[in-house]
């Protein structure tokens, strides 16, 4: 069966090699804007826009895609757009827990499946110069939140409940149940 990945993250695609998984990559033109609060929701709307801007292209075979945000206190941070914003997020994270919430959509044979994994991550107080680090490396710009949990923020977290891989961007457990429940098909 052919696989096809609907996203231009180096991270989830980066995931499904060391799966072993044989696949495209199809970089989705697709419209990321929403008026949508509930990340659940948010990320299965955006994961499903994604997947079908490339349906079309990959009708003879699986289309995964994903989108994922990050959450605190009710607001949805999605990628800072500089350094500012990153510096703005990376404090609202310091010190605290937040959810990280990502969605999956899977195009396959007529079907169109979405579903969502929510992660809670728990950050150390970071300082000023803690979070400067990070910004200097440019490890926030193309990362949710602003961070990347296998990069330099690891040193500030205390811990995580949940799916590791979702805080990278693809819940692979949430991908392989619902292949299976939904679909019938085993990814590896």
């Known amino acids: 069966m052919k696989v096809y990945l609907a996203s231009s993250s180096p991270r989830r695609r980066e995931i499904l090699e060391n799966l072993g998984v044989k696949f495209r990559v199809v970089r989705p033109e697709a419209d990321e804007s929403s008026e949508i609060t509930e990340p659940g929701a948010l ?10 801007a490339v349906a079309e292209e990959c009708r003879d075979g699986l289309v995964i895609a994903c989108d994922t945000v990050v959450c605190v206190d009710g607001t949805i941070l999605g990628k800072p757009a500089d350094p500012d914003e990153a510096r703005k997020m990376l404090r609202m994270l310091s010190g ?21 994994e929510v992660t809670r991550v728990i ?15 440019g490890e ?10 296998q990069g330099t923020a690891s040193l ?33």
């Not at 950050?123 to 490396?137: A, P």
């Not at 926030?140 to 949990?149: H, L, M, Q, R, T």
């Open 123 to 137: 950050f150390d107080e970071m300082s000023d110069g803690d979070i400067e680090k990070c910004v200097e490396l």
């Open 96 to 116: 605290r827990a937040h959810r990280v919430v990502s969605g999956i959509c899977l195009i396959y044979g007529g079907r169109c499946v979405s579903a969502h």
């Open 43 to 52: 990320t299965e709307l955006l994961s499903r826009r994604k997947a079908e």
């Open 140 to 149: 926030p710009y193309d990362k949710a939140g602003g961070y990347a949990v």
């Open 156 to 188: 500030y977290i205390r811990g995580l409940e949940g799916d590791y891989f979702n805080v990278v961007g693809l819940p692979v457990n949430l991908l392989r149940r619902t292949l299976k429940a939904e679909m019938g098909i085993d990814l590896v």
